[in-house]
């Protein structure tokens, strides 16, 4: 029987994404949402998720797509009332607070999906296959978007727990994380805009236990072509995923890909999770993230107006 779910958060990825993959999924049933300024496409919308929880006992599971800054007290509520939980990347603004969730979650037998949807892009999977055995040597990350063009008027972005350029920068540490041997930070500089409170810029050195540097470099400033970048040099040659893991050459060769269904694929596990009563909260890419704040330095760049 399909899942009954409700969204939370109707705004650019509930609209481009997650309805359209709910609404192509038999494993779940869209029943309602929860939106402070849209509408639901079953009709059926509350304006805050405490009221939907109160009003909607057959909601099962909910979806969670506002910023990260808000998403810990929609998730702790939609646990608390008994549902089932995917949490938007990032998982939330802290990782005490998806810790935190993970207990609860765990402690109500139900599940809670931190949903990474740049590890289902079609390149990433073929990828991890071909790394399997083979030795990394170096890895350079260029994620280097146009802010202006994916994020108008998201001013949240550009708050404490927005997490400016690891909006995107965290789908690259994600897929990285999936692929690549365990890597740590050892240096970096974080671009501060004088007029905001998070990141439009990152230059990152992070480092395997062997030794191998993995370079990441996160702009919000590229105009023109757009650079969405993993380059791997192992001991059998050269594997680059680029597009955001929509395209994939080994030793300059292009691989044959299947169709591009990350959020289809998030919605597949979403369902395969709660049918084995299973969690899966990943949080090594947030930690990276976490660790840049910590241990980057600082530098001040020319105000970013929209
Ligand atoms: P967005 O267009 O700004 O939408 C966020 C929505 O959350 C708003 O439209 C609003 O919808 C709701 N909301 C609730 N509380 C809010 C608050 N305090 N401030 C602003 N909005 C609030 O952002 P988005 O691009 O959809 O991103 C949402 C999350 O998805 C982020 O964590 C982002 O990293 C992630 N994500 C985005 C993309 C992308 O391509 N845009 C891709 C993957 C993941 P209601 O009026 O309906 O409540």
């Known amino acids: 029987m399909a899942v009954k779910l409700a969204v939370v958060g109707l705004g650019k990825i509930a609209q481009d994404q997650h309805l359209p993959a709910i609404a192509a999924s038999s494993d779940f049933d869209l029943l309602c949402g929860a939106s402070i300024a849209g509408e639901s496409p079953r009709g059926c919308t509350y304006r805050d998720i405490e009221t939907m929880l109160e009003s909607e006992p057959d909601i099962a599971a909910v979806s969670l797509c506002q910023p990260p800054q808000v998403r810990f007290a929609a998730a ?3 646990l608390l009332a008994g549902k089932h ?6 998982p939330g603004a802290t990782l005490s607070e998806v810790e935190a969730l993970v207990d609860l979650a765990a402690e109500r037998g139900l599940t809670l999906f931190a949903a990474w949807h740049s ?11 071909w790394l399997a055995g083979k030795t990394v040597e170096a890895v350079r990350i260029t994620w280097r978007e146009d802010v202006r063009v994916w994020h108008p008027g998201q001013t949240w972005i550009w708050q404490p727990g927005g997490l400016g350029v690891f909006d ?3 789908n690259a540490l994600s897929i990285a994380s999936y692929l690549l041997p365990a890597f740590h930070l050892a240096e970096g500089t974080l671009s501060y805009p004088a007029n905001q409170a998070a990141p439009i810029a990152a230059e990152l050195c992070f480092t395997t236990l062997d030794g191998a540097p993995v370079i ?4 919000f400033r590229q105009t ?8 791997i040099d192992t001991d059998a040659g050269e594997l680059l995923l680029s597009k955001g893991g929509g395209a994939l050459a080994i030793a300059g060769v292009a691989q044959p890909l299947p169709a591009e269904a990350e959020y289809p694929s998030l919605y597949a596990r ?3 999770l709660i049918a084995a009563g299973e969690s899966d909260v990943d949080l090594r890419p947030f930690r990276h993230v976490a660790d840049a704040f910590l241990r980057a330095g600082r530098r001040e760049v020319e105000a970013f107006v929209e």
């Not at 939980?85 to 990032?90: A, T």
């Not at 590890?119 to 296959?129: E, G, I, K, L, M």
């Open 76 to 78: 702790h509520a939609a």
């Open 85 to 90: 939980v995917l949490l938007e990347k990032p």
């Open 216 to 219: 990441a470099d996160f702009d």
């Open 270 to 272: 979403f369902a395969a």
């Open 119 to 129: 590890r289902y892009a079609p390149a990433v999977a073929p990828a991890r296959q």
């Open 224 to 231: 023109g072509p757009q650079t969405w970048d993993i380059r």
């Open 168 to 170: 995107p920068g965290i």
